[in-house]
């Protein structure tokens, strides 16, 4: 397809389990974001990919998350042992790099996470 | 560090009527800043966008923005609701000069009534 796409759509999974979320972003967008919205929020911003570095990882809440992006393209959000604090709708973005102002993201639907 | 400020959670106009959705920023740089639409069940998408030039922005669907640096206020209005507008509505401002990250407001929910 054109846009980002986000699997799965929806993950339901239990207390201390690992989850992985996968986004695969538009063909030839260099920067890659995640970002995790909760019920009645915006989104929050969770981590950059310029490529395949994380050019700015500082909103991760905590080292049980974690990202790649290994071939510049598709990344993978992980979650290590699941909290119920971790419900929430989890969002990818792509975008070409401009300088100077942020490109136009481009969203995913979203990947809705609900930790029991 | 930056943050965005959206008055009303909830909206709701006539169709027909003028949309009004506030937006209140706090910058330490210049922003840049942005309207995203959300519509049911779809992404989150690009309404229009202030960089640097001309302060009042035209975005799509009839849609625009001013930029008001003395008021810190980037306002998106639209002159005629449509029930098609029905959305959630995100302002969000760039994290710091020369920043690729957003920072985003809690949203709006705008509701059209017939």
């Known amino acids: 397809g054109a846009g980002v796409s986000q699997t799965p759509s929806n993950k339901v999974t239990e207390k201390g389990k690992y989850v992985e979320l996968r986004c695969d972003p538009i063909s030839g967008h260099t920067a890659l974001y995640w970002y995790r919205q909760s019920l009645g929020q915006g989104p929050e911003f969770l981590i950059y990919?310029?490529?395949?570095?994380?050019?700015?990882d500082s909103g991760l809440p905590n080292d049980r998350f974690f990202a790649v992006r290994p071939e510049g393209s598709v990344s993978t959000l992980k979650i290590q042992r699941t909290e119920r604090g971790d419900s929430a709708v989890y969002l990818c973005?792509?975008?070409?790099?401009?300088?100077?102002?942020?490109?136009?993201?481009?969203f995913g639907e979203g990947s809705r996470l609900t930790v029991l | 560090a930056q943050s965005v400020t959206q008055l009303g959670s909830h909206v709701s106009v006539s169709e027909g009527a003028l949309v009004l959705l506030r937006c209140n920023y706090s910058s330490s740089v210049p922003p840049y800043l942005f309207w995203y639409v959300q519509y049911p069940n779809q992404g989150l998408q690009l309404l229009l966008k202030y960089t640097t030039g001309a302060t009042l922005v035209k975005g799509i669907n009839g849609f625009e923005a001013e930029f008001k640096k003395s008021e810190t206020s980037f306002h998106l209005t639209k002159p005629s609701a449509h029930m098609s507008d029905a959305a959630e509505y995100f302002c969000?401002?760039?994290?710091?000069?020369?920043?690729?990250?957003?920072?985003f407001g809690q949203g709006t929910r705008l509701t059209i009534n017939p």
């Open positions: 973005a792509s975008s070409l790099t401009l300088l100077g102002a942020p490109g136009e993201l481009f």
């Open positions: 990919f310029q490529g395949t570095g994380a050019a700015d």
């Open positions: 969000a401002v760039s994290d710091g000069e020369g920043a690729q990250k957003l920072v």
